[in-house]
Antibody, heavy 127, light 107 residues
């Protein structure tokens, strides 16, 4: 059973950098079959995808956050991490890490899905 | 456009059938996936691909797609199905998209 667990400070000051780590157990980040994503949810609002990393280190970020986001991977520790710079109160949210798989069928269509999620960690931006 | 649109709220009588929809141009090219989220909990995948349910998801949950619209159908809704539901897909650039979510109330 794959499990993901977020860790990091729950309080960050405005203008500083938010840093979180996701530890994966029950499966290897290096398997190559999955992408590893960060997703956030402001209190009372919907889900926002932040970006993903592949075990090789290749990344893709949400264009709306790209200038402030860095996602990295440490395959030796089976972890991946998120850094979000220059935070403001608008970055206050529950941050989730998740595993993403893909699906392809005979009709020629692809689909992607997040099949395992961490429990989430609330990060508050406040002085 | 790179957006997925969902109705903010839907209600269903206990035991009846409800359809939750998700619209977006990307759905003409890619399947949607669907997530159930209960208060204070992480989202749970309920449908992916053409109409696939992960292990442990009841068969009253099903998915379908037509044109730019994906649908999640709950046949015989139960009280425990009351939750927020989100659709998810990607656009042609690789950006992952979420719909705004639909709050399902079971009456």
């Amino acid at each position: 059973q794959v499990q993901l667990q977020e860790s990091g400070p729950g309080l960050v000051k405005p203008s500083q950098t938010l840093s979180l780590t996701c530890t994966v157990s029950g499966g290897s980040i290096s398997s190559g079959d999955y992408y590893w994503s960060w997703i956030r949810q402001p209190p009372g609002k919907g889900l926002e995808w932040i970006g993903y990393i592949y075990y090789s280190g290749s990344t893709y970020y949400n264009p709306s956050l790209k200038s402030r986001v860095t996602i990295s991977v440490d395959t030796s520790k089976n972890q991946f991490s998120l850094k979000l710079s220059s935070v403001t109160a608008a970055d206050t949210a529950v941050y989730y890490c998740a595993r993403e798989g893909n699906y392809y069928d005979s009709s020629g269509y692809w689909g992607w899905y997040f099949d395992y999620w961490g429990q989430g960690t609330l990060v508050t931006v406040s002085s | 456009s790179s957006e997925l649109t969902q109705d903010p709220a839907v209600s269903v009588a206990l035991g009846q059938t409800v359809r939750i929809t998700c619209q977006g141009d990307s759905l003409r090219s890619y399947y949607a996936s669907w997530y159930q989220q209960k208060p204070g909990q992480a989202p749970v995948l309920v449908i992916y691909g053409k109409n696939n349910r992960p292990s442990g998801i009841p068969d009253r949950f099903s998915g379908s797609s037509s044109g730019n619209t994906a649908s999640l159908t709950i046949t015989g809704a139960q009280a425990e199905d009351e939750a927020d539901y989100y659709c998810n897909s990607r656009d042609s650039s690789g950006n992952r998209l979420f719909g705004g979510g639909t709050k399902l109330t079971v009456l």
